[in-house]
């Protein structure tokens, strides 16, 4: 297969597969089972950064000391970023951090069903871009980082669905403008792919920035929500889903270095 059919394949799946999963659970009344696909995204997240993306960025890199500044750079970048969108959307003195923990999409301070399709088809845009630079660098590390963005996109959409719901869409109308709004996802990819094909030394730092948006996203976003069930049986199942994710992504490495 082709690097560019991997870009576009993963592409599509990633946000046909999440949103499809994401509709049936927000449509069955499943969304008690959001804080389990947290944890388990946690854990994909931080594996494809630490075990896929990182050494992969570094062997490439002619700069360690650059790359690693690019990292912090990434992370300062998000932060600022999130700020930015939570400062846009606050209509009242106190507000909170949209974190994806069971029903808490649903108190998000007003914000309207179509600022959720501006704010996702801009992240979904994103997420093409950190496919293809990932993909261009080693083929097993775009498998890995797609297998981890659809892992954490799922949650996120489970909520951005119930919110679209709560807006006044249909269950139909909510899940065609998220199905849209994920071929941004391919849109970004392949401006990605012939974009850096002749930007090869360019592909360490989209490496770093992709593993720092999977770090922020894990430990700013997902990982609060859970000190929220501190209960020790609700802590062993979030580590244990969180190995889980890490595991998911080991095995993902290992299957595919295996058939390489």
């Known amino acids: 297969m082709s690097i560019f059919t991997g870009i576009i394949l993963a592409s599509l799946l990633g946000g046909v597969l999440s949103i499809t999963v994401a509709a049936a659970f927000a449509m069955s009344a499943r969304a008690e089972w959001v804080p389990m696909l947290v ?8 594996g494809a950064a630490f075990l896929e993306i990182l050494p992969h960025a570094f062997e490439l890199t002619k700069s360690i000391e650059r790359t690693a500044a690019t990292i912090l750079f990434g992370i300062m970048l998000f932060f600022v970023m999130e700020k930015l969108v939570l400062w846009r959307h606050c209509h009242a003195d106190h507000c909170e951090a949209h974190v994806p923990e069971g029903h808490n ?3 998000d301070h007003g914000r309207s069903g179509m600022m959720i399709m501006v704010g996702d088809t801009f992240h979904n845009f994103v997420d093409g871009i950190i496919i293809a630079a990932a993909f261009l660098a080693d083929f097993r590390i775009g ?5 981890a963005i659809i892992a954490h996109e799922i949650p996120q959409e489970v909520g951005d669905f119930l919110i679209l719901l709560h807006s006044g869409y249909t269950k ?4 065609m403008l998220n199905l849209l709004s994920s071929l941004a996802t391919v849109v970004g990819g392949v401006l990605a792919y012939f974009m850096l094909q002749s930007m090869h030394e360019w592909i360490p730092f989209f490496l770093a920035i992709a593993a720092a948006s999977m770090i922020y996203v894990a430990v700013a976003d997902l990982i609060p929500g859970l000190h929220k069930r501190p209960e020790l049986h609700a802590t062993l199942q979030q580590a244990l889903l969180i190995g889980l994710g890490i595991g998911s992504i080991w095995l993902v490495k290992a299957l595919i270095g295996e058939a390489a």
């Open 39 to 46: 944890s388990y995204a946690i854990g994909a997240l931080l």
């Open 105 to 107: 999409h649903n108190h």
């Open 143 to 147: 498998v890995a980082t797609a297998l």
């Open 172 to 175: 139909r109308h909510a899940f």
